[in-house]
């Protein structure tokens, strides 16, 4: 629900990898349609109410009066990757895990698919950080590395900080992808946030890493790297950033094809569905 551009969607949703990917479809729409809360009722009806900031409440009933099938779609069957998902969320309890369970859980932080990555990670951060800090710390392999420092960053001691931050240093960035640029940023930031500040000495090593890498021309790489050099006090970011902050950005018709969809529709009332009725 859309309480700004009073629209309602569907969103039709569709197995991808370990998750779903969806797509959205507008399904309820007025000027104003201030929308707060929306139910399915015993009826098999949808009830919906408006209201907030000192506009009208109201409560509306949507039901169905057309002529096709109203039966309830079947469940979306699982795949392999979701299966494989559900048996590590399996591990999301502080129960004891033995070794080879441990291994095969170390072994999924490499995987290719984020979801499976996540349950991974969850389930490791409810073993002793000491039995598995060590597979991280000598692993080559980015996606292990990446989600492993993650994890360890939020449940283990603030004496490895170090070690987790020297360990992403020891990722070729030429050899990662443009999400892993930013998970790396994002995992250090978690190192410094939860695990504490290094010292100046430490410090400059690392500021002597990033204020070369800045700007790198991706704006969402730069947004993260601003983040870690404001944290580390870099005596170049503002002579860096500030330019950057001045210079126009170039817009495309990509940046406003939404917004102005959406409001081509929030200046219309719907006539709605003829099937649907209020």
Same mark, same amino acid.
């Given at each position: ?15 991808? +990898? ?27 009806? !949808? ?18 009066? +057309?002529?096709?099938? =109203? ?27 033995? #070794? ?9 932080? +490499? ?9 991974? @990670? ?21 996606? =292990? ?51 504490? #500040? ?7 090593? !690392? ?15 730069? @947004?993260?790297?601003?983040?870690? !050099? ?21 817009? =495309? ?6 917004? !102005? ?5 929030? =200046? ?11």
């Amino acid at each position: 629900c859309d309480w700004t551009f009073g629209t309602m969607y569907a969103i039709h949703m569709e197995p991808n +990898g370990a998750s779903y990917s969806a797509t959205k479809e507008e399904f309820v729409s007025r000027t104003p349609l201030p929308l707060t809360d929306v139910t399915v009722g015993k009826d098999g009806h !949808l009830y919906f109410t408006v209201g907030g900031r000192g506009t009208q409440s109201e409560l509306y009933r949507v039901r169905y009066v +057309g002529n096709e099938s =109203t039966t309830p779609a079947p469940k979306l069957a699982l795949n392999e990757a979701h299966a494989q998902r559900r048996a590590i969320e399996a591990f999301h309890n502080d129960q004891p895990k033995d #070794d080879a369970t441990i291994a095969k859980l170390i072994s999924q932080l +490499g995987s290719n698919d984020r979801h499976i990555r996540y349950a991974a @990670r969850v389930a490791l951060e409810r073993v002793p950080a000491a039995k598995w800090q060590s597979e991280i710390l000598k692993s080559t392999d980015a996606n =292990t590395v990446l989600t492993g420092v993650v994890g360890l960053a939020r449940v283990g001691e603030p004496d490895i900080k170090e070690l987790l931050l020297r360990q992403l240093g020891s990722l070729q960035l030429s050899s990662l992808s443009a999400s892993q640029r930013l998970d790396l940023a994002r995992a250090a930031q978690l190192v410094l946030i939860r695990l504490g #500040d290094v010292d100046n000495s430490f410090r400059d090593s !690392l500021l002597g890493a990033i204020e070369p890498l800045f700007p790198s021309g991706d704006d969402l790489l730069d @947004r993260e790297l601003v983040i870690l !050099l404001t944290h580390l006090q870099s005596p170049v970011l503002s002579k860096k950033a500030l330019p950057l902050l001045a210079k126009e950005r170039k817009k =495309t018709e990509a940046d406003y094809r939404e917004i !102005l969809e959406r409001d081509r529709k929030s =200046t219309r009332l719907n006539s709605s569905h003829s099937a649907i009725s209020y």
